[in-house]
């Protein structure tokens, strides 16, 4: 009795409610298609704006997705783009009639500039965060389940799911090359003698991502999956009926509000009039 009382407490103390808490993998690949759709069919900056506040907020209620990780990526990605969107967009704007915010010599910062490094800036960060969220919290088996359920061919599902596993793949390879090249005393450290290294780094990734690729497809061979119309899950996934009239209802709401927008029905400024009516 003391034993089975202590196991009833043990498991009320720690229930496992991690995977209750996410969606399913098919619910977030049709957000992830409605999100595209809506930041790149709808021209105002608001929507890619409010787009990349929900991926952040998203990304901090996470259980799986670490905030650092996908804030480096964000970053790494978009501060560069933001650069040189801004010099090439914002300062060097090649139209004649336009609003002059600032202006030294041969460059001007204009609205018209301003607001196209802004519009694609946005699109571009909205664009790597919601890409960042769905791959750092999704494995391969994940993927392949949403495929599936969502009526993907097998043979189609396996390989997409496949690509997410050559990921860390090449990561992974990529840092035993250059271990192996460190232990035969190359200086890895030094930008030159990477760079020096890189035929052999890439060759030997090829390779590599070639015998793999061969090997995969040997088990999609073996297991049938090619001509398999099975739908079990790989994984344990949380579905319900709200989740499917979700996957139902976000594609005809996305695109009831595209159309909206392109008849006027939805006026959201652009980021000419935000920017110089600020």
């Given at each position: ?67 650092r990780a996908w804030a480096m990526t964000v970053g790494l990605l978009c ?200």
């Amino acid at each position: 009795m003391s034993s089975a009382s202590t196991d009833t407490h043990t498991a009320e103390a720690a229930p496992d409610v991690g995977p209750k808490r996410r969606l399913h993998p098919a619910t977030e690949l049709v957000i992830l298609a409605c999100s595209l759709l809506l930041v790149f069919g709808i021209p105002s900056p608001i929507v890619p704006a409010i787009i990349l506040a929900c991926s952040l907020v998203t990304v901090m209620a996470s259980p799986v997705v670490r905030l650092r990780a996908w804030a480096m990526t964000v970053g790494l990605l978009c501060l560069p783009t933001l650069v040189v969107l801004i010099i090439v967009q914002g300062l060097f704007y090649p139209g004649t009639e336009v609003h002059v915010l600032w202006q030294a010599g041969p460059a001007r910062l204009s609205v018209e500039g301003l607001s196209i490094a802004v519009q694609i800036w946005l699109r571009v960060s909205s664009l790597i965060g919601l890409c960042a969220l769905f791959g750092l919290g999704t494995d391969s088996a994940r993927l392949f389940d949403g495929l599936r359920r969502l009526r993907l061919p097998p043979a189609v599902a396996y390989v997409c799911a496949s690509a997410i596993g050559l990921i860390p793949l090449i990561g992974a390879r990529t840092r035993h090359i250059i271990e192996a090249r460190q232990a035969r005393g190359w200086a890895t450290d030094s930008w030159r003698v990477r760079i020096r290294l890189l035929p052999g780094i890439v060759v030997g990734l090829v390779t590599a991502i070639l015998l793999t690729v061969d090997q995969r497809h040997e088990v999609l061979e073996v297991s049938g999956l090619d001509s398999s119309a099975s739908t079990v899950d790989l994984q344990d996934h949380t579905d319900g009926t709200r989740q499917r009239l979700l996957r139902i209802l976000a594609p005809l709401v996305t695109l009831g509000l595209i159309v909206a927008s392109v008849a006027g029905i939805l006026p959201l400024p652009g980021a000419a009039q935000m920017i110089g009516g600020a």
